[in-house]
């Protein structure tokens, strides 16, 4: 998530802005007791949601290096350039 949410001063603007109560997150796990904080709280009336796709360092890698990998680079690439259109 960008900003880091575990950084004081930026989790200073999420208590501001949406009423948050908890304190910093420690790890990454713990966003997501953020996350339901602020989904829950009366404040932030809005619909929202976040999708992640997570490629490890071995699949980046062949991405780059593997020819046979080409089709599915050229799939990827052809998914964010619209989706970067779209926006």
């Known amino acids: 998530m960008l900003p880091n949410i575990g950084c004081v001063t930026n989790h200073i603007n999420l208590q501001r802005d949406f009423n948050v109560q908890l304190p910093p997150a420690k790890s990454l796990y713990d966003h997501w007791y953020i996350f339901r904080e602020i989904l829950n ?3 932030s009336e809005c619909s929202w949601r976040s999708c992640l796709i997570y490629f ?3 699949w980046v890698e062949k991405l780059h290096t593997d020819k046979s990998w080409v089709y599915l680079k050229m799939y990827l690439h052809e998914l964010a350039w ?3 259109l779209m926006s």
């Open 56 to 58: 490890s360092e071995k």
């Open 82 to 84: 619209k989706s970067f």
């Open 41 to 43: 709280n009366k404040v």
